[in-house]
T-cell receptor, first 113, second 111 residues
Framework: EAGVAQSPRYKIIEKRQSVAFWCNPISGHATLYWYQQILGQGPKLLIQFQNNGVVDDSQLPKDRFSAERLKGVDSTLKIQPAKLEDSAVYLC???????????FGSGTRLTVV | AQSVAQPEDQVNVAEGNPLTVKCTYSVSGNPYLFWYVQYPNRGLQFLLK??????LVKGSYGFEAEFNKSQTSFHLKKPSALVSDSALYFC?????????FGAGTRLTVKP
């Protein structure tokens, strides 16, 4: 079984620039999550999709962050404009259902300078 | 809302010794509890989970965890630590909607 794919692995941008991250979940996993992990902290949920619908985006800074999951498969997370405090690892995860754990991608390490 | 706490930022053990990484939880209803491990520059890897059943759960790489309802704990254990176990460990709890992670415990196993 292929894992959760994320790209790019690393990204360095200047503040106020925009950036996009891509995630391809495990085939058949209806639920997809984006997490932000700041250095030294546990992952924090940004947004959860069930198929192509948003289930929870209460912690997504909507003035600058956006996400979509077209056709209920791949997902894109965008930041525009980026701030220094957005420097973090952005993790994508997918899950087949409630009683299951998540499978995480390797993450995208974003550095905003 | 559900939450987990990992009271130790850092755990140091000698290779060959038993290790314990602590986790306590707070949930309404029955907990779904998980342990994940994170190696440098990698995503989180699933170790084990407790949904229901036996209080002692066995997982990957020789790890196990003990669910204790009265103490609301779910400590991760391994009888004999390896240097390669050195990593960041996260306890997590999930309900119907999402999974909440602890702040993580850095385990260092010294030769």
């Amino acid at each position: 079984e292929a894992g959760v794919a994320q790209s790019p692995r690393y990204k360095i941008i200047e503040k106020r620039q925009s950036v996009a991250f891509w995630c391809n979940p495990i085939s058949g996993h209806a639920t997809l999550y984006w997490y932000q992990q700041i250095l030294g902290q546990g992952p924090k949920l940004l947004i959860q999709f069930q198929n192509n619908g948003v289930v929870d985006d209460s912690q997504l800074p909507k003035d600058r962050f956006s996400a979509e999951r077209l056709k209920g498969v791949d997902s894109t997370l965008k930041i525009q404009p980026a701030k220094l405090e957005d420097s973090a690892v952005y993790l994508c995860a997918s899950s087949p259902g409630t009683a299951y754990g998540y499978t995480f991608g390797s993450g995208t390490r974003l550095t905003v300078v | 809302a559900q939450s987990v706490a990992q009271p130790e930022d850092q755990v140091n053990v000698a290779e060959g010794n038993p290790l314990t990484v602590k986790c306590t939880y707070s949930v309404s209803g029955n907990p779904y509890l998980f342990w994940y491990v994170q190696y440098p520059n990698r995503g989180l890897q699933f170790l084990l989970k407790y949904i229901t059943g036996d209080n002692l759960v066995k997982g990957s790489y020789g790890f196990e965890a003990e669910f204790n309802k009265s103490q609301t704990s779910f400590h991760l254990k391994k009888p004999s630590a390896l240097v390669s176990d050195s990593a960041l460990y996260f306890c997590a709890v999930r309900d119907m909607y999402d999974m909440r992670f602890g702040a993580g415990t850095r385990l260092t196993v010294k030769p």
